[in-house]
């Protein structure tokens, strides 16, 4: 049993819409991730979300994109107005809260992103 | 700064040849992990091992095997009889205890193991 489900698998948008990229964990944790690989080129951070707040985030992490748990299940990663540029691997990952000793982080199948 | 190299972008072998695939981290941290992550055709990361800082005593799994070498700042990773199920393409993480709780992944390296 996969430890994260995202939804979809597959998603072409046309440039300039709005997508919004879902996450579901199994169990109740609290530290979520949002990676991006971009084909062929390594995975990249973009966010983490602690405590329905955003912890850290890196440089890619724009205006466009935000981060919501909006029902306290389901971890939303939305981007207001895809570029080409945005077509990519989209991976969640959850990981046990900080100060467990236990810092693994176990990676949703991810959703591929096409912006066409 | 954290990185994470891996020099090798693409290794082809042979079944049954045992393959290891280099990793090399860059960390100013003292307390520190190092992953490797496996992504097999179907695009997926599967979690392969975790080795914190303070353990650097080699692990063997199965056909697998990890060698963290602390003075080289490196956590090489070997496959002894290798197998076609193998082809994949591997990633060597760093997790940083006070550079926020992310990982740095390097470039990864492609595995093709033909029969």
């Known amino acids: 049993e996969p430890e994260v489900t995202q939804t979809p698998s597959h998603q072409v948008t046309q440039m300039g819409q709005e997508v919004i990229l879902r996450c579901v964990p199994i169990s109740n944790h609290l530290y979520f991730y949002w990676y991006r690989q971009i084909l062929g080129q390594k995975v990249e951070f973009l966010v983490s979300f602690y405590n329905n707040e955003i912890s850290e985030k890196s440089e890619i992490f724009d205006d466009q994109f935000s981060v919501e748990r909006p029902d306290g299940s389901n971890f939303t990663l939305k981007i207001r107005s895809t570029k080409l540029e945005d077509s990519a691997m989209y991976f969640c990952?959850?990981?046990?809260?900080?100060?467990?000793?236990?810092?693994?982080?176990?990676f949703g199948q991810g959703t591929r992103l096409t912006v066409v | 700064a954290q990185k994470v190299t891996q020099a090798q972008t693409e290794i082809s072998v042979v079944e049954k040849e045992d393959v290891t695939l280099d990793c090399v981290y860059e960390?100013?941290?003292?307390?520190?992990?190092l992953f490797w992550y496996k992504q097999p055709p179907s695009g997926e990361l599967v979690f392969l091992i975790r080795?914190?800082?303070?353990?650097?005593q080699n692990e063997i799994s199965g056909r697998y095997s990890w060698n963290f070498q602390k003075s080289t700042s490196s956590f090489n990773f070997t496959i002894t009889a290798s197998q076609v199920v193998d082809s994949a393409v591997y990633f060597c993480a760093l997790l940083g205890k006070n550079a926020g709780n992310m990982l740095t992944f390097g470039g990864g390296t492609r595995l093709m193991v033909k029969p």
């Open positions: 990952a959850r990981s046990p809260p900080p100060g467990t000793g236990n810092t693994e982080a176990f």
């Open positions: 960390t100013r941290d003292t307390t520190y992990y």
């Open positions: 080795r914190n800082s303070f353990d650097e």
